[in-house]
């Protein structure tokens, strides 16, 4: 999102460890059905490798161990900003960011069946929506992260 990144690198200068602010989107894809078919609506790295499943945790193929998953963040995929910019990096978004877009916990998407999760991905592409967003500066770097920490329908 070059505008938002070009508002960022103006803020910063202000408040140089840390901005906040919003922008209004309307979500251009969504990858809800096809990453359910795969079994990847969540994942985590464990052990250096991706973890994948449709369940908030699973288990590691290297150690063997139960991890917690997070929402896949490839569901989200470009949004398009009021001066028409098209995103083109992932989002990061928080878990109650993924919360208010979607409707539902994590819980309750993983246990949602395919007709369900394909009415959520009707009803919510090209609908407009308000991206909170934080910014965080990283040392020496003159860069940061940016991360969702809400979004308002
Ligand atoms: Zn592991």
Redesign the pocket.
Known sequence: MSSLQAIIRTETKVYPERFMGYLSVIIMELNITCLHRRNMLMCTE??GVPVYANATSAK?K??E?E?ALRINPRMLGPVIDETGTTSTGKLILSSSAWEQLLGRTAEELVASTADVLKYLEQRLLFVRVTLLFGWVAEEGEGVGRLCIWGVRM
Do not use: M, S, V
């Open positions: 464990c052990c590691c290297q150690c161990k991890t």
